[in-house]
């Protein structure tokens, strides 16, 4: 019988079994700002390749994402899992996670996806003047009311993730993370707000044993290209010395495997348990040579050496 997008998603908690198969990855990309048959095309492809999550937003592409998503998920029922955030209005910008506010968005969510129940919904940000134990009480209620499945957060301080988690906890419920995650370490100053999933994180992450989805998890291209590439008109905030130092590893790297630099970056990603890197390719090719990623095994020391070089 095969597994559901959830049961693969707790199965990763036990570290074993997954780490070589399409499973592992969650497709996003610009949905809501392509043409539908190539959103259609790249859900299809990705399914038959063996993933089962799709990632989307409630502010994507302007409010357009998880509408363009719905329809092929509306025609192809329990094929795909769907994840999707809300806490951000159309413009990106922080929106108050009012229990109110937040049941609004998810019911015009569930109608955009055009499904009955989100796998897994995550709030794309925090809202500090809001105690942890207030907004773990919203989630509770969207899982007890049908709305989703499986709750978390996305860039969230470490220390308010790990009372998210205990609050959780107490409730019967083991949150999901979703921060950025790559071999390349992003400037800070650049991510807008947006939080790496660096070591404090990862205390948490891995101390509450709970599930990451690591977005970004290619740093746009960072190693598939040799010159920097600005993000909506703003400096690439992976075009640092030690991303190029990495970025020189993968190439050397690739070449001794017969593979790409952009695919090592990748199987470094995967290498560490518990992740689900979430892969933004715009065409069907792009996704196949992400998924190669899963035929490369890389060594403890080829992967220290990667990030640090020795």
Known sequence: MPHSPLQLLDGLLDEEGLASTAHRFVLGGPFGAEPAETTAERLAHFADAGGLLVETSHSYAGGRAEAAVGPWLRANPGTLGVTTKVGHD???????????????????????????????????????????????????????????????????????????????????????????????????????????????????????????????????????????????????????????????????????????PETVALAWTLHHPGVWPSIGPRTTAQIDNSLQACRLTLTEEQVHWLRDGR
């Open 90 to 260: 159309s413009t990106g910008g922080d929106i108050p996670l009012s229990r109110d506010t937040v049941f609004a968005h998810v019911r015009s969510a569930l109608e955009n996806l055009g499904v009955e129940t989100i796998d897994i919904l995550l709030y794309h940000c925090d809202d500090p003047i809001r105690s942890v134990a207030e907004l773990a009480d919203t989630l509770v209620s969207l899982v007890e009311a049908g709305h989703a499945r499986r709750v978390g957060v996305s860039n969230w301080r470490p220390e308010r993730l790990s009372e998210l988690a205990t609050e959780l906890g107490e409730r019967g419920h083991t949150p999901v993370a979703s921060y950025q995650f790559s071999l390349a370490e992003p400037d800070p100053a650049l991510l807008e707000g947006s939080l790496h999933a660096g070591s404090a994180v990862l205390d948490v992450v891995r101390g509450h044993r709970l599930p990451l989805l690591a977005w970004s998890s290619q740093a746009r291209g960072h190693f598939a290209r040799t010159t920097p590439k600005e993000h909506h008109g703003k400096p690439d905030p992976y075009d640092t010395a030690e991303n190029r130092d990495r970025r020189v590893r993968c190439r050397e790297l690739a070449a001794q495997l017969g593979s790409r």
